[in-house]
């Protein structure tokens, strides 16, 4: 349990203005490894939203398409990194959503407005093609994993791909807070959304790059190990 987790996120690039807006929130910077200054306009005190903040900031700013998984004996990182490149390089129908910001149970993140068939192609294909290399969940980490109210498919999806929310329980998301008291939705909504406004492009995200994460440890939080760009074709 304390060797390296992997896992394939989206993660904008470090330049564009969405990611400088989410990893400011969460006052971390995957991509550097280094903390980052929560904003000082946020509406909170700084220990109230570092509060807020504080189990996502452990995986930085981002959408998970495989979720964090150990490798199985005998796959190295080096064979990882290799079939993550292949994977990459496959064609595919490009994507491109348009970004809102929603809650969704009890935490807020950025989401799609509308369901996208190739996004949800390119999650389901992330889960199938790394899991030959997953090694399997160990009784407590499964017991994490299993969420109150699951359904039969989900945990049959936990047991079968290590995850439960998967295939036609995926939802893209990056989120933005951890879970939060119903009365306070609506205003941190109302806050975060203020922000999400000023920021360039924010009508189209483009799904172009991939990101392969490695977390250390488990007190170690996951960073960027390599990025990589989606080879798209119209004719998929």
């Known amino acids: ?60 700013f981002h959408a998970t398409l495989k979720a964090p998984f150990r490798l199985l004996s005998p796959f190295s990182e080096t064979d990882l990194v290799a079939e993550f490149d292949r994977f990459a390089a496959l064609p595919r129908v490009p994507v491109a959503v348009e970004p809102a910001i929603r809650s969704i149970e009890q935490f807020i993140a950025i989401v799609p407005k ?16 790394f899991d ?11 017991h994490k994993r299993i969420v109150a109210g699951a359904s039969a498919r989900q945990i049959e999806n936990l047991d079968r791909w290590g995850y439960p929310f998967v295939f036609e329980d995926f939802r893209f998301h990056m989120t933005l807070t951890g879970a939060l008291n119903a009365g ?14 000023r920021i360039d492009g924010r009508r189209s995200l483009p ?15 996951f960073r960027v190990l390599r990025r990589a760009k989606l080879t798209t074709s119209d004719d998929c």
């Open 184 to 197: 306070r939705h609506v205003s941190i909504i109302a806050l975060l959304q203020s922000r999400f406004e």
């Open 132 to 142: 030959r290399m997953r090694s399997p969940l160990t009784p407590q980490e499964r």
């Open 1 to 60: 349990m304390d060797g390296p987790r992997y896992a394939v996120y989206f993660v904008p690039p470090a330049c564009s203005d969405l990611y400088r807006f989410g990893a400011r929130l969460l006052g971390y910077d995957c991509y550097s490894g280094e903390d980052l200054g929560h904003p000082p306009d946020i509406g909170l005190d700084a220990p109230a939203w570092e509060e807020l903040t504080h189990e996502p900031r452990q995986y930085g």
């Open 114 to 129: 509308s369901t996208s068939a190739a996004l949800d192609r390119l999650a389901a294909d992330c889960v199938t093609a």
């Open 207 to 221: 799904i172009t790059h991939i990101a392969l994460v490695r977390q250390e440890n488990p007190a170690a939080r």
